[in-house]
């Protein structure tokens, strides 16, 4: 796969967490105008704070 390809591919802005293709079940979010993705894993483990809406850096 080219490197602009994989480029495409989010990074889990919690664990690092690289995805290798396109990820239905990972949660975006957009925080101070930048938006950020979470993978399955960190998404289920911090889903209270992201229903509460509460920017990252508190969870």
Known sequence: M????R???PV???????ADGPRLTWT???ENGVRQYFCDNC?????????GR??????
Do not use: F, H, K, M
Not at 2 to 5: I, R, S
Not at 43 to 51: F, T
């Open 28 to 30: 975006c979010s957009v």
């Open 2 to 5: 080219p490197d602009t390809a």
């Open 54 to 59: 509460l920017d990252s850096a508190w969870w």
């Open 7 to 9: 480029a495409q591919y």
């Open 12 to 18: 889990c802005a919690r664990c690092g967490t690289r």
């Open 43 to 51: 998404a289920r483990a911090n889903i209270r704070a992201i229903e």
